[in-house]
């Protein structure tokens, strides 16, 4: 019954449709005046030129235009560097729950859409021959049912008309959840996790590797590694959204 009413709105209100990234009802096909005004404002954020993660609210910002966090000042990564659409806070961390956990899957092309726009932004990523996206362990596909990154991937590709190939990389088993540990358990939790099943396809290549969030850089580091002991030329990093540092 409830379906059937709300067919017969959609029948009154053909363009009333939820804005896919607050989720709020709104006229019009794209993302809702609000929320584009708040990722707008992303743009304007000061981010690292390494890790492309965002300054913490109220930390000192450097006068230059380009510079790097403590960790990446201290850090040396196997990727050239990552960019994220925005923060991972409200309707981009919104967007990518309900994207993630509550099998949104049509949200892949609004966050890929925004990822592609960051991504414009930066002229070395002109260079990518190749998208990747960070894979799942089987174990967690079953459980999810689909590769969130791999979606996001499949668009990104197809938006900068770039080829994607999700069967090159492979995660051989689970690990435990990232969120409970420090950086150093997080790499160690990690080795040996992830595989490449085709190294002459990468051999050579400057590679994007696609993922939905990016918060300690652990999993963009081991990925970028395997990738790069293949014969990777270049890998970069696209996330939808990055952690803050302080
Ligand atoms: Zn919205
Ligand atoms: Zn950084």
């Not at 000061?46 to 201290?74: A, D, E, M, N, Q």
């Not at 859409?113 to 414009?120: H, I, K, N, Q, S």
């Amino acid at each position: 019954m409830l379906s059937l009413w709300k067919d017969l709105l959609n029948l009154i209100y053909p363009s009333a449709v939820d804005c896919p990234l607050c989720g709020r009802r709104r006229q019009g096909k794209d993302i809702c005046d609000n929320c584009h005004s708040i990722v707008s404002g992303y743009k304007q954020e000061l981010y690292c030129g390494r890790c492309g993660r965002f300054t913490g609210k109220g930390s000192v910002i450097p006068s230059v235009s380009s510079h790097f966090c403590y960790t990446c000042r201290k850090q040396k990564w196997p990727f050239e560097l990552v960019r994220a659409a925005g923060p991972y806070e409200g309707i981009l961390k919104e967007a990518i729950h309900r994207f993630k956990y509550l099998g949104r899957r049509g949200l892949a092309f609004n966050l890929a859409g925004l990822m592609v726009e960051t991504a414009r932004t930066e002229p070395i990523l002109t260079s990518v021959d190749l998208v990747l996206p960070v894979p799942l362990s089987n174990e967690k596909l079953r459980l999810r049912g689909f590769n969130q990154a791999a979606l996001l991937a499949e668009e990104v590709g197809y938006m900068l008309q770039i080829p994607m190939n999700s069967k090159l990389l492979i995660k051989d088993f689970e690990t435990r959840p990232q969120t409970s540990l420090n950086r150093t358990d997080r790499e160690q939790n990690l080795r040996g996790a992830f595989r490449v099943t085709n190294a002459e396809a990468i051999n050579g290549k400057n590679i994007m590797i696609i993922d939905d969030v990016f918060t300690t850089g652990s999993t963009m580091s081991s990925v970028a590694l395997v990738i790069r002991s293949v014969g990777a030329r270049h890998v970069f990093g696209l996330t939808v959204a990055a952690g803050r540092y302080f």
